[in-house]
């Protein structure tokens, strides 16, 4: 399991990859779900709380570390959403 650290901050609780889980693609720590879902949703119009709505088990903190991601590895993300019929 490797894990994709943003910043200092986010040592203790950062976007993982791991193989065999959600493809190998970014997720969100302790769930299956990945990062380019996520991003894709709030494309689509999804504030951050109709995501919590949606993922009562997701926090605001895990959603600042997938926009952190997105940030940074954007066309990684953007690949993923449109192998995922995004």
Known sequence: MSSIHSDAKTQERAIVCTPGICGGNARIPGTRI?????????????????????YPWLKQ??????WAYVATHSEEIDGQIRENGG
């Open 34 to 54: 990945p990062v380019w879902g996520l991003e894709r949703a709030r494309r689509l119009g999804w504030s951050d709380w109709h995501l919590i709505e949606a």
């Open 61 to 66: 903190a895990d959603l600042e570390l997938a």
